[in-house]
């Protein structure tokens, strides 16, 4: 399992596994979710990154109080 963080928010971060499905191995989120095929890890990346990306944008913005 690796751990993956946001730069901008160190604190958020994702699980990734490995895991075997399909008849290939895949990258896969701590949802469930089947990100890329091991063969393609920049796009494993990149969809990782549309899944923390509500949340490092909840995480870097600033407080209001209206």
């Known amino acids: 399992m690796l751990r993956v963080y946001a730069d901008n928010a160190p604190t958020i971060g994702e699980s990734v596994s490995v895991a075997w499905g399909n008849g290939a ?35 870097t913005t600033r407080y209001r109080d209206e």
Do not use: M, N
């Open 25 to 59: 191995w895949w990258y896969q989120s701590s949802t469930g979710i089947w990100l890329a095929r091991c063969t393609r890890p920049r796009l494993a990346a990149d969809k990782v990154t549309v899944l923390l990306t509500p949340w490092v944008a909840l995480a």
